[in-house]
């Protein structure tokens, strides 16, 4: 059980502030990354979901 609390104390000290985090917006979804959510909610691979998925604008370089 010390385990346990240790992990939580840990997690609660380090943890964002919510009224922080609630002032950042989220970013929106595109078409592609929509499509890739839905195939994988239907149970398909990661390597099928995305096949023929271009990243959005958002993305850059950075997401292949």
Avoid: K
């Avoid at 390597?47 to 604008?57: F, I, K, N, V």
Wanted: glycine share 10%; hydrophobic share 40%.
């Amino acid at each position: 059980m010390a385990g346990v609390r240790a992990l939580f104390e840990t997690a609660w000290e380090t943890a964002t502030d919510l009224a922080t985090y609630r002032r950042v917006p989220f970013p929106a979804l595109g078409a592609a990354e929509r499509d890739v959510l839905r195939s994988l909610a239907a149970g398909r691979t990661d390597e099928t979901a995305a096949a023929g998925t271009e990243p959005s604008s958002a993305c850059g370089s950075g997401c292949r």
